[in-house]
């Protein structure tokens, strides 16, 4: 698994989602997306098409800002590149970085998971959904995966392109409430939380770029309890 380092750009301001009525082709034929994620959810029924963002282009704006420039698709189109299938398809996904008294929480995706199966990973993550601001999505999906409760908003602090699985993430810091006190959903085998220095292996290439970020949103936290 390769650990080449993803791209980051710091937020220090949410980034604006600016979205395109123009529709999105893959570059490959269509049927053979649909042949693929059959027979992909053939082996794993948990699998759901729901519609996500296709990301056009990422733009810097002025006083820590960005502009990603998106359209809506479905899940599919990027899924199917675990089955071999390339659309072109760069997804918008949203990851935390959710902390507790300098410790982070890490998951172990179950092998049946379409990325990065049997890798650790800071949790949780998932796909933008359109509708739904990704601050909010991502609180969400906190709750649905890990089964704990944020203890303040999240807190958008850097894109992240990760060139292996082809997505643009928005990763946050979220403060955690609590231990999680229940077992994870199925896409995560187990769950930790654990020092930046203790972080189990193997890992995906995406907490590789991510492990920069939590440094400093759990300084920023050790900071703000010494004042």
Not at 28 to 49: F, G, K, T
Not at 66 to 74: D, K, L, N, W, Y
Not at 179 to 184: C, G, I, N, T, V
């Amino acid at each position: 698994m390769t650990t080449e380092t993803p791209r980051i750009i710091w937020l220090r301001r949410p980034a604006r989602i600016a979205v395109s009525a123009n529709p999105w082709r893959p570059q490959c034929d269509q049927a053979a997306i649909d042949e693929a994620w059959a027979s992909m959810s053939e082996r794993n029924p948990r699998l759901v098409d729901g519609p996500c963002w296709h990301v056009t282009s990422v733009q810097r704006d002025g006083h820590g800002g960005a502009t990603i420039h998106v359209v809506q698709t479905t899940y599919r189109m990027g899924a199917v590149r675990t089955a071999g299938v390339v659309s072109g398809f760069r997804g918008l996904g949203v990851k935390a970085i959710a902390h507790l008294n300098g410790r982070c929480l890490v998951g172990r995706r179950a092998m049946s998971c379409a990325t990065y199966p049997g890798a650790w990973e800071f949790a949780p993550g998932g796909s933008a959904e359109p509708g739904e601001d990704p601050s909010t999505g991502i609180v969400r999906e906190l709750m649905e995966e890990c089964a704990v409760a944020a203890a303040s908003p999240a807190r958008q602090q850097a894109l992240l392109f990760d060139g292996a699985a082809g997505n643009w993430e928005i990763v946050h810091g979220i403060e955690l409430a609590g231990e999680p006190d229940a077992p994870p959903n199925w896409e995560y085998t187990e769950l930790r939380l654990v020092e930046l220095s203790e972080m189990p292996s193997p890992v995906s290439p995406c907490t590789h770029g991510m492990r920069e970020i939590a440094v400093r949103v759990t300084q920023r936290e050790r900071h703000l309890r010494q004042r």
